[in-house]
C-alpha cells in the first residue's frame, strides 16, 4: 500500500470521528481515537452498505458518508454498553 493510501485512510478517519462525536450525543474523544473510530466505522459502514444494498458512490465523500454512518453506529453501541 502506498504512502500515500494510508494518509487518506488516516484523513477520511479523523473526519469521520469527528463527525460522528458531533451526531452523537457528547463530543470527541481526541484526535487519534477519533480517527480509530472513524477507520473501524469505515469497516462497519461499508459492511452495512454492502449488506442493505446501498452504494454511496466511490469518491471521497462517499467514504467519509461511509464512514460517518458507520462510526455513528459504533460510538452508539458503545455507549449503550457504557451505559450498562
Same mark, same amino acid.
Given at each position: %500500500?502506498?504512502?500515500?493510501?494510508? #494518509? +487518506?485512510?488516516?484523513? *477520511?478517519?479523523? +473526519?469521520?470521528?469527528? #463527525?460522528?462525536?458531533? /451526531? !452523537?450525543?457528547?463530543?470527541?474523544?481526541?484526535? *487519534? +481515537?477519533? *480517527? *480509530? +473510530?472513524?477507520? /473501524?466505522?469505515?469497516?462497519?459502514?461499508?459492511?452495512?452498505?454492502? %449488506?442493505?444494498?446501498?452504494?454511496?458512490?466511490?469518491?471521497?465523500?462517499?467514504?467519509?458518508?461511509?464512514?460517518?454512518?458507520?462510526? !455513528?453506529?459504533?460510538?452508539?453501541? !458503545?455507549?449503550?454498553?457504557?451505559?450498562?
Amino acid at each position: %500500500m502506498a504512502s500515500h493510501g494510508i #494518509l +487518506v485512510w488516516l484523513i *477520511i478517519g479523523a +473526519v469521520a470521528g469527528w #463527525l460522528a462525536g458531533l /451526531v !452523537v450525543k457528547g463530543g470527541g474523544f481526541g484526535l *487519534i +481515537v477519533d *480517527i *480509530i +473510530v472513524g477507520i /473501524v466505522g469505515a469497516f462497519i459502514g461499508g459492511w452495512l452498505a454492502g %449488506m442493505v444494498g446501498l452504494s454511496l458512490g466511490g469518491g471521497l465523500l462517499g467514504s467519509i458518508i461511509t464512514a460517518t454512518i458507520g462510526a !455513528v453506529v459504533l460510538l452508539f453501541v !458503545v455507549r449503550l454498553f457504557k451505559r450498562a
